[in-house]
């Protein structure tokens, strides 16, 4: 009796998500990351544990990304609940600050939008039990302000990455809470935090945005071993607003 009570006071603490209002919406899910916009739209209702990731318009982002064997998608972060029951994101250097943030779902998914950038939220196929949600939030709080890892960025551009082929089996592994991270990296330390993944077979400093966006890697050991298409839904465009009647949507009905 006692553990049951424990869990359903947790979901309280951290919301119910299927009680949260819709936040903007989201299009058909497809590996594509054209931007296009595929019809019908629906009301997108955040739970924690769902993956959003983002293009990124500034030049040096884009080159470095695709120097390092990025995959078109420049940056990712996961969707959490406060205490208080509120959703939230938690990114590493969000619209390139160097500190890792929670921040308001709606006002920071839009900011990304307005700067021009493609967003795609990864819905969870299941959603987590009170236990995992409680995990995943606790670790995601305690994360709050924490550095951006920019020195071990800039090594990414070089043929000392953490994802280098001459090592993929030993480096790049979970270290649980660092100092600092980059954005691929904490959103994979935080759910093998809730036990979402396995540890054995995830290497969150070798793992980029574009590895979460299609579930497949470059590096061998990622493609082979990375979870995500087994428990996510393929990315889904969102918006914050429903397209105008003269925004070109392709109708995948």
């Keep these: 009796m006692f553990p049951t009570l424990v869990l359903f006071l947790s979901t309280i603490s951290f919301g119910t998500p299927d009680k949260t209002e819709g936040i903007g919406y989201l299009y058909q899910p497809a590996f594509e990351v054209s931007g296009e916009l595929r019809g019908p739209s629906r009301p997108y209702h955040p739970q924690p544990g769902d993956i959003f990731l983002s293009t990124d318009r500034l030049r040096i982002a884009v080159i470095g ?10 940056h990712s972060g996961l969707i959490v609940f406060r205490p208080d029951g509120s959703p939230a994101t938690l990114e590493a250097g969000p619209h390139h600050i160097r500190w890792v943030r929670v921040l ?3 006002d920071n998914l839009a ?7 493609s967003v795609w939220i990864r819905q969870r196929k299941t959603p987590l ?3 995992q949600s409680k995990l995943l939030n606790e670790f995601a709080m305690s994360q709050d302000f924490k550095k951006f890892a920019w020195e071990r960025i800039m090594i990414q551009v070089t043929p000392f990455r953490s994802r280098s082929h001459l090592r993929y089996s030993s480096m790049g592994g979970p270290h649980g809470e660092r100092r600092r991270y980059f954005c691929s990296e904490l959103a994979l330390e935080t759910l093998l935090a809730a036990g979402l ?11 980029y945005p574009g ?13 082979e071993n990375l979870d995500i298409n087994a428990s996510w839904e393929p990315p889904a465009r969102w918006t914050l607003s429903p ?9 995948q009905r």
């Design 65 to 74: 990304h695709q120097l390092a064997g990025g995959q078109g998608v420049h």
């Design 104 to 106: 308001d779902i709606d």
């Design 111 to 117: 900011r990304y939008e307005e700067e021009g950038n």
């Design 129 to 131: 039990t009170a236990e």
């Design 197 to 207: 993944l396995d540890p054995e077979r995830t290497r969150p400093s070798a793992t």
């Design 211 to 223: 590895d979460l966006f299609f579930g497949t890697s470059e590096n061998s050991f990622i493609n």
């Design 243 to 251: 397209a105008s009647p003269t925004q070109p949507i392709v109708d």
